[in-house]
């Protein structure tokens, strides 16, 4: 077993079965990854101006792609992630047009955050949120030939933005070209189970892990496991908003909405800043799919991140 070492001077921002790996390794090898923020773009000074002007083209920012000796089609590439370590700041922001309540958004929005080793500190209304990372985009290169951004999840993985692939989990991926060609990054801080405002806490982080290939496993989409507890945040329970209806994507929307009347109400908070803490904290779930015409959508805040 080798350590190699991908730093952040090259990023990949595209999918292409066709690009010369940066790095070649062998099964069970571990990479330690040094990754850029999601867009490559923004720092702990960067302004509301800065994100408003972004360019659009360099998101997602990700380190890669490592070629693995021996992983064929059909195989499956198998990740452990290993260790995660953040670098001090990080940023949520929102935009009109974009995210679950896209429409309701009006003007661009960039929160930082200030992270202290296990604590993400909001920095309004003493709001704490535990550091639990997770590289959002997870993935290997595309069966296809050509070029394709990052933005929507695929058949390769991609921007899964899955919270649960935090240290200590283990995933697995299909593999669709010789090699593999895996890449990894816009990494969290934290997220809510949804993303609903289209970011978590955005950070540059350190990534470790260990990949190997699985002849013995076939799978069309990604899969993983990982260690309960399922969050930090689970100590001293939650507060649930639900809403019902016939379109599950229209009941998140109004659950999330009315989350956010509630996270004013009783902690004073701003739209901009509730709706970036949802997506931040806030965990989506199907409550109920079965009693037609309704169903229920439950969005669900811990309140251990409130400390006063």
């Known amino acids: 077993m080798t350590v190699h070492h991908l730093d952040d001077t090259v990023t990949q921002p595209f999918w292409d079965n066709s690009v010369e790996p940066r790095l070649v390794i062998d099964p069970g090898d571990i990479v330690v990854f040094d990754c850029v923020e999601a867009t490559g773009q923004l720092t702990r000074d960067s302004t509301v101006a800065d994100y408003a002007n972004l360019d659009r083209s360099l998101i997602h920012a990700l380190n890669g792609s490592v070629h693995v000796n021996g992983a064929?089609?059909?195989?499956?590439?198998?990740?452990?992630?290993?260790?995660?370590?953040?670098?001090?700041?990080?940023?949520?922001?929102?935009?009109?047009?974009?995210?679950?309540?896209?429409?309701?958004?009006?003007?661009?929005?960039?929160?930082?955050?200030?992270?202290?080793?296990?604590?993400c500190h909001f920095g309004v209304a003493d709001i704490v949120v535990p550091f639990e990372p997770m590289p959002g985009c997870v993935g290997v290169a595309p069966k296809e030939a050509g070029r394709f951004d990052t933005i929507p999840p695929r058949a390769n993985g991609g921007n899964v933005d899955i919270r649960d692939l935090t240290t200590g989990s283990t995933f697995w991926l299909p593999i669709l070209v010789p090699g593999a060609l895996f890449s990894t990054g816009d990494c969290h801080a934290a997220?809510?189970?949804?993303?609903?405002?289209?970011?978590?806490?955005?950070?540059?982080?350190?990534?470790?892990?260990?990949?190997?290939?699985?002849?013995?496993?076939?799978?069309?989409?990604?899969?993983?496991?990982?260690?309960?507890?399922?969050?930090?945040?689970?100590?001293?329970?939650?507060?649930?908003?639900?809403?019902?209806?016939?379109?599950?994507?229209?009941?998140?929307?109004?659950?999330?909405?009315y989350m956010i009347e509630w996270l004013a109400d009783r902690?004073?908070?701003?739209?901009?800043?509730?709706?970036?803490?949802?997506?931040?904290?806030?965990?989506?779930?199907?409550?109920?799919?079965?009693?037609?015409?309704?169903?229920?959508?439950?969005?669900?805040?811990?309140?251990?991140?409130?400390?006063?």
Request: aromatic letters at 8%; hydrophobic letters at 35%.
């Open 72 to 119: 064929d089609p059909g195989d499956a590439l198998e990740v452990e992630i290993l260790d995660m370590q953040h670098k001090g700041w990080g940023w949520t922001g929102h935009k009109p047009g974009f995210g679950l309540l896209a429409d309701d958004c009006k003007e661009h929005y960039l929160h930082h955050w200030r992270l202290d080793g296990d604590e």
């Open 191 to 257: 997220q809510g189970q949804g993303e609903v405002c289209g970011t978590g806490i955005e950070c540059p982080m350190t990534v470790t892990m260990k990949i190997g290939v699985r002849s013995d496993l076939q799978i069309t989409e990604l899969q993983y496991c990982r260690k309960s507890p399922v969050s930090k945040t689970d100590t001293v329970g939650y507060h649930g908003t639900t809403a019902h209806g016939p379109d599950l994507y229209k009941n998140a929307q109004n659950a999330i909405r």
């Open 267 to 308: 902690h004073g908070l701003g739209w901009e800043q509730a709706y970036a803490l949802c997506s931040v904290a806030a965990n989506l779930q199907i409550s109920e799919i079965v009693d037609a015409p309704n169903w229920v959508v439950s969005a669900q805040m811990p309140l251990s991140i409130f400390r006063s």
